[in-house]
């Protein structure tokens, strides 16, 4: 896995993350929306923190900076 999430994006994940489980947590959404909010957030988190998200393969983005050698 080549690495296509970029330093920024990857803070935005984590705090998008950090929303998403603190409005699963602290709303009443429910329990089937409490489960959508957190498995999102375990998404963003997990993508962010390895530093590659399938979709922006999929689709041709690479928000990270190409080495130069």
Do not use: E, H, W
């Amino acid at each position: 896995m080549k690495k296509n999430v970029g330093s920024m994006d990857t803070i935005i994940r984590v705090v998008i993350a950090i929303a998403l489980a603190a409005v699963a947590f602290m709303m009443d959404v429910g329990r089937t929306g409490q489960i959508v909010l957190l498995a999102a957030a375990a998404i963003a988190l997990l993508t962010g923190i390895v530093g590659f998200c399938p979709l922006y393969r999929l689709i041709g983005v690479r928000t990270c900076k190409l080495k130069q050698g």
